[in-house]
């Protein structure tokens, strides 16, 4: 069946690191690929996707590249925030008759001024 | 905010307890989509409602139940409540067909706690 490995965490940064969080996925065909974040006390909210390889997602400075070869979709962002703090969660779905999201752990950004 | 609306925030609750969640999608999604979130088991998929029907079934346990009513809303009923099924129910809802392709947009959880 499908499934997504992260990076554990927690992650903490200081204000303007760089940051990388690692995803990996297994799945059956062609999978559509998320970044979700949860800030505290919220629900997830979508932060970008790619939906075939090699595409890239980019958003709010975020960015991630759909790697087939390497079945990866690693989360980037040159310059971090104390605002970016939050849950990251890598996601995909299958389609097709599968109409599920299936996400990996989270991993916790923490960043300090 | 989202758009999507969730009841209670918080539920505190005994074992072998029942108790309804309700969730309300945004305006003009069909779609609703249940999850559990726990520390342990991270975050589940427990099942979707397109336009009042199941469309699909993940890790829901089968003293779980849910159903969408024609006004699109979902309710989400849990039963003979165990302290293993405290944890954080979000619902989300997606527009057009469904599909999960699309953006799915969360709600702000219902806390359920079992004492």
């Known amino acids: 069946g499908d499934s997504v490995t992260q990076m554990e965490g927690p992650v903490t940064l200081s204000e303007e690191a760089f940051l990388t969080i690692n995803c990996t996925y297994t799945?059956?065909?062609?999978?559509?690929l998320f970044w979700y974040v949860q800030y505290p006390g919220e629900g997830l909210q979508l932060l970008l996707k790619?939906?075939?390889?090699?595409d890239k997602g980019s958003n709010k400075g975020f960015e991630a590249t759909y790697r087939k070869e390497t079945t990866s979709f690693h989360l980037e962002k040159g310059s971090v925030q104390v605002s970016d703090s939050a849950v990251y969660f890598c996601?995909?779905?299958?389609?097709?008759?599968?109409?599920?999201?299936?996400f990996g752990k989270g991993t916790l950004l923490t960043v300090n001024p | 905010d989202s758009g999507v609306t969730q009841t209670p925030k918080h539920l505190i609750t005994a074992t072998g307890q029942r108790v309804t969640l309700r969730c309300s999608p945004r305006?003009?999604?069909?779609?609703v989509y249940w999850y559990q979130q726990s520390l342990d088991q991270g975050l589940q998929f427990l099942i979707q409602?397109?336009?009042?029907?199941?469309?699909a079934k993940g890790n829901i346990l089968e003293r779980f139940s849910a159903q969408q009513f024609p006004d699109l809303h979902s309710e989400l009923n849990l039963s003979s409540l165990e302290l293993g099924d405290s944890a954080l129910y979000f619902c989300?809802?997606?527009?057009?067909?469904?599909?999960?392709?699309?953006?799915?947009?969360f709600g702000p959880g219902t806390r359920l706690t079992v004492l």
């Open positions: 790619a939906t075939k390889a090699d």
């Open positions: 799945a059956t065909g062609y999978p559509s």
């Open positions: 989300a809802s997606t527009p057009g067909t469904g599909d999960p392709y699309n953006e799915q947009f």
């Open positions: 305006s003009g999604d069909l779609s």
């Open positions: 996601a995909l779905t299958s389609g097709g008759s599968n109409y599920k999201l299936t």
């Open positions: 409602y397109y336009n009042g029907e199941e469309r």
